[in-house]
């Protein structure tokens, strides 16, 4: 596509429940990233896929976070048992995977956990 | 560790004035640096970036940046500011042994008519 797409936007859930949040990269980018933004914070690196190398999961802040992508498509970021402090935006971001390429965010899914 | 400083919260300028945002960054080795900008509720707008070479890089919307190796800052310029420019602004680095951006906290940027 034009760019990165993801989805929901928007996103209210209860404590304790479970969400999935898409990712649709740009066609032909192989790298994939996740970054999360707190309210009136900078943004914090979850994950990052590159083709079939296996990802760096470094900066997923408990295990209660996980993320797929296959092949060099559509990424999916699983929170299981959500909690108030999962609050914030999501932005997936793409790039082509040389050493010096530019990130390309999505618009972000703002998670709300109540 | 990686690491991005931006010292101010809030930058304030008049229209048609330049307008300066700082950044300053620690690396172990030399830095790929970026900038982004933030429209409300929309992800980030990719500005410009160094990746070596002259030490002044021009990006997009009249923005500039420099990069100072000895001060290790990598600061955001543009001559004459737009009330458009009202955003907020994202320095993050990167190390070139790694994939993954630090981003520093942020600077909102006012721009008033």
């Known amino acids: 596509g034009a760019g990165v797409s993801q989805s929901p936007s928007n996103k209210v859930t209860e404590k304790g429940k479970d969400v999935e949040l898409r990712c649709d990269p740009i066609s032909g980018h192989t790298a994939l990233y996740w970054y999360r933004q707190r309210l009136g914070q900078g943004l914090e690196f979850l994950i990052y896929?590159?083709?079939?190398?296996?990802?760096?999961k470094s900066g997923l802040p408990s295990d209660r976070f996980s993320a797929e992508r296959t092949g060099e498509s559509v990424s999916t970021l699983t929170i299981q048992r959500t909690q108030q402090e999962d609050s914030a935006v999501y932005l997936c971001a793409s790039s082509g995977g040389q050493g010096n390429s530019i990130q390309y965010f999505g618009a972000g899914t703002r998670l709300s956990v109540l | 560790a990686q690491s991005v400083a931006q010292p101010e919260d809030q930058v304030n300028v008049a229209e048609g004035n330049p307008l300066t945002v700082k950044c300053t960054y620690s690396?172990?080795?030399?830095?790929?640096l970026f900038w982004y900008v933030q429209y409300p509720n929309r992800g980030l707008q990719f500005l410009l970036k160094y990746i070596t070479g002259d030490n002044l890089v021009k990006g997009s919307y009249g923005f500039e940046a420099e990069f100072n190796k000895s001060q290790t800052s990598f600061h955001l310029k543009k001559p004459s500011a737009l009330v458009s420019d009202s955003a907020l602004y994202f320095c993050a680095v990167r190390d070139r042994g790694f994939q993954k951006l630090v981003f520093g906290t942020g600077t909102r940027l006012l721009v008033s008519p």
């Open positions: 896929f590159q083709g079939n190398s296996a990802p760096d």
């Open positions: 690396v172990s080795g030399n830095p790929y």
